[in-house]
T-cell receptor, first 115, second 116 residues
Framework: GAVVSQHPSWVICKSGTSVKIECRSLDFQATTMFWYRQFPKQSLMLMATSNEGSKATYEQGVEKDKFLINHASLTLSTLTVTSAHPEDSSFYIC???????????FGSGTQLSVL | AQKITQTQPGMFVQEKEAVTLDCTYDTSDPSYGLFWYKQPSSGEMIFLIYQGSYDQQNATEGRYSLNFQKARKSANLVISASQLGDSAMYFCAMRELYSSASKIIFGSGTRLSIRP
């Protein structure tokens, strides 16, 4: 089945630094990539939707200047958490879809801890 | 607005028994898709099953089946012959299909624990 490789799986950083999370679709072209965050024991909350070659569409309440999303190719999307703060500590997960195929393929997630 | 509701925060089931995880949804769009995902403790999300709103038959994938009752707006997941490895969080999700870029929303999840 289709695979989305997400790296890193966990990262610890100091407050004020930036962290980049990568998601690569290994055997399909991810025309659309979704980025989520998940707090402990809660559901996934959609942060933004990006289509290859276009600017990402952010959900209400998500700061686009803080969570930079790049989807420059059909196999790579990145989320950069800029000037991270402890409240940004969370589990971040991406998912990709190809064209009109309804299935979403998820990365394995990144646990971000900001000290 | 679309909405997904999972009313069971947690369930305990004896190994080898069948289990039903509840999911109800709300949408004004006649065309939508319903999904179930499994999230083990490792955090990754695993796709289990998909049901389209216009599909005539209930979806099945191995031990997973989706009990789709359109009039009741419910899409319960049935796992037959449960196994210890089925212990995980399970999320019901929905996407309205009016746009190829429409977002998918998730329910709050049900934590399933299988007892040996």
């Amino acid at each position: 089945g289709a695979v989305v490789s997400q790296h890193p799986s966990w990262v610890i950083c100091k407050s004020g630094t930036s962290v980049k999370i990568e998601c690569r679709s290994l055997d399909f072209q991810a025309t659309t990539m979704f980025w989520y965050r998940q707090f402990p024991k809660q559901s996934l909350m959609l942060m933004a939707t990006s289509n290859e070659g276009s600017k990402a569409t952010y959900e209400q309440g998500v700061e686009k200047d803080k969570f930079l999303i790049n989807h420059a190719s059909l196999t790579l999307s990145t989320l950069t958490v800029t000037s991270a703060h402890p409240e940004d500590s969370s589990f971040y997960i991406c998912s990709g879809k190809q064209g009109d195929n309804e299935k979403l393929f998820f990365g394995s997630g990144t646990q971000l801890s900001v000290l | 607005a679309q909405k997904i509701t999972q009313t069971q925060p947690g369930m305990f089931v004896q190994e080898k028994e069948a289990v039903t995880l509840d999911c109800t949804y709300d949408t004004s769009d006649p065309s939508y898709g319903l999904f179930w995902y499994k999230q083990p403790s490792s955090g990754e999300m695993i796709f289990l099953i998909y049901q389209g709103s216009y599909d005539q038959q209930n979806a099945t994938e191995g031990r997973y089946s989706l009990n789709f009752q359109k009039a009741r707006k419910s899409a319960n997941l049935v796992i037959s012959a449960s196994q210890l490895g089925d212990s995980a969080m399970y999320f019901c999700a929905m996407r309205e299909l009016y746009s190829s870029a429409s977002k998918i929303i998730f329910g709050s999840g049900t934590r399933l624990s299988i007892r040996p």
